[in-house]
């Protein structure tokens, strides 16, 4: 399985803080190495899928994205999906704004409550996450380790009772350890 970063619009050192604060030793992580607005660009995301995978597309991939990467992210993931490829789950990081929906699981991990709530009309899956207290954009994807937030079910389109507390970072590593046991 390889997990495919899709940074946003922002310096790439945030990216490597990212990583490093959710990295629990993994070695199949690519980084999509786009700048600027090709964040926003699903063939660009797809072109380097293409290359750096060779169409190996029976082995699964997950989609980790950010902000206006968010944008590129699902577009090339329905892309990926639609030329044979297998995507494992697609986890949007404040992609707030941007409609999700796929025929993969998707997962939101927003800032707040509010980014949270408010993206529900606009696709999300089962398992989501808000910070709890809120905390800035960018903090989401710089110090996701030190992001206190809520686990949250929202699969029936509608706000529920938080399962757990825990930080960003907790909670994607039991979605990805979720995704590689299948």
């Known amino acids: 399985m390889t997990i495919i970063i899709c940074p946003g619009i922002h310096e790439t050192e945030l990216t490597q803080s990212f990583i490093s604060g959710c990295s629990q ?4 992580i690519l980084v999509v190495p786009v700048e600027g607005v090709l964040a926003l ?7 380097f899928l293409h290359d750096r995978l060779h169409n190996r597309l029976e082995s699964p991939v997950i989609f980790v994205s950010f902000s ?3 944008v590129g992210a699902i577009a090339a993931a329905t892309q990926w999906q639609i030329m044979g490829g297998h995507v494992q789950a697609f986890i949007a990081i404040d992609g707030w704004g ?3 929906w796929g025929n993969f699981p998707i997962h939101r991990l ?3 409550y509010f980014t949270y709530w408010s993206s ?3 696709g999300s899956g089962q398992d989501n996450f808000y910070a709890e207290p809120s905390v800035d954009h960018l903090t989401m994807w ?6 206190q937030g809520c686990w949250a079910d929202s699969s029936q389109g509608e706000i529920t009772t938080p399962k757990t507390r825990l930080t960003a970072a907790e ?3 039991l979605l990805l350890k979720r995704y590689e046991e299948k």
């Open 25 to 28: 030793d993994r070695k199949n």
């Open 171 to 173: 909670f994607l590593h």
């Open 120 to 122: 529900l009309l606009l």
């Open 98 to 100: 941007v409609p999700l």
């Open 142 to 147: 710089r110090s996701p380790q030190n992001v």
């Open 68 to 70: 206006a990467g968010v």
């Open 41 to 47: 660009s699903g063939f660009h995301i797809w072109q």
């Open 110 to 112: 927003s800032h707040d």
